[in-house]
């Protein structure tokens, strides 16, 4: 079952970068974007210690480049013999939406 990515309206987000970073090697970790339904699937290394997941998306306002991370609907750490499922939402709060 694959990860999705959404906006705050519920609206599938593409090419967003997806993550698993190992916690114990900082050098390692797995990428990924989401495809056109905003959906992501990363196949990373069987290493030892947890992994974290993460996301960010890159946007262009004014002129200039962000790169926002998104909010992962469960943040703790998992094995890496188990993976795990992450969903994501990019909650735009603020005065600039």
Known sequence: MPG?????????????????D???YS?????????????HRITRPREVGTWRAGASVQRTSGGEAWEPWLHADNGAAFPGDQGAVRHFIWRRTGQSQ
């Open 27 to 39: 050098t390692t970790n797995a990428l990924g974007k989401t495809d056109a339904w905003g959906c």
């Open 4 to 20: 999705v990515v959404k906006d705050s309206a519920g609206q599938p987000l593409t090419g967003v970068q997806v993550f698993a």
């Open 22 to 24: 190992n916690t114990l």
